[in-house]
């Protein structure tokens, strides 16, 4: 069974620090991998998303890597804004079911 | 844009009652979900459609069923509501099965008393 873990649980920086969140899934046979985000009460907005065959996306400031032999992926922000506080989450589509298996998110906070 | 609605941002009933959640998509969307998110154990997927009048059981669907009579429209029914089914419920649809991504709408928080 797909299971999809994410550390830290929490994160608090100071503006302007890069930082780097991680996902870890245990059946390396995924189609792909999203990166969402989601504000407090408000539904998930899509970030990322790596196809199994790519190693990273990017988009601004946002930098997802994957790798599948390893079982992670990283999303790295630089730069950080107050504006970036959020829950961040990722996703696994694949493996036995085929369907989006997501993390319990990391809670990023970041410091003006 | 991609508009995914909900019916209700907050939602309030009692334990027994016949619940209905309802999910707008105005994409043409082949796929539609409904998940449920509870704290610590994030997204699980109840329901969901890959065609008008086609459901299937996702990881935890005992006490739900669902209703897609139309394209646009996926409906989430709690048939007996119960408190343990107090949470946030999050509706999503994608053009393709496999590769694109999932658009959210914005949740709805219910509370069973």
């Known amino acids: 069974k797909q299971e999809v873990t994410q550390i830290p649980a929490a994160l608090s920086v100071p503006e302007g620090e890069n930082l780097v969140l991680n996902c870890s899934f245990t059946d390396s046979a995924i189609y792909n991998l999203q990166w969402f985000r989601q504000d407090p009460g408000k539904g998930l907005t899509s970030l990322l998303l790596?196809?199994?065959?790519?190693r990273e996306q990017t988009s601004g400031r946002l930098n997802a890597s994957l790798d599948k032999s390893s079982g992670r992926s990283t999303l790295y922000i630089a730069a950080s804004q107050p504006g970036d506080s959020a829950t961040y989450l990722c996703a696994v589509r694949g493996g036995a079911t085929n369907k989006l298996i997501f993390g319990t998110g990391t809670l990023l906070a970041v410091q003006p | 844009d991609v508009k995914v609605t909900q019916s209700s941002r907050y939602l309030v009933k009692r334990t027994g009652e016949k619940v209905f959640l309802e999910c707008v998509q105005d994409m043409d969307h082949e796929n539609m979900f409904w998940y449920r998110q509870d704290p610590g154990l994030g997204l699980r997927l109840i329901y969901f459609s890959y065609d008008v009048k086609m459901k299937e059981k996702g990881d935890i669907p005992e006490g739900y069923s669902v209703s897609r009579e139309k394209k646009e429209r996926f409906s989430l029914i709690l048939e007996s509501a119960s408190t343990n089914q107090t949470s946030m419920y999050l509706c999503?649809?994608?053009?393709?099965?496999?590769?694109?991504?999932?658009?959210f709408g914005p949740g709805t928080r219910l509370l069973v008393l």
């Open positions: 790596i196809q199994s065959s790519q």
């Open positions: 999503a649809s994608s053009w393709d099965r496999y590769q694109e991504t999932q658009y």
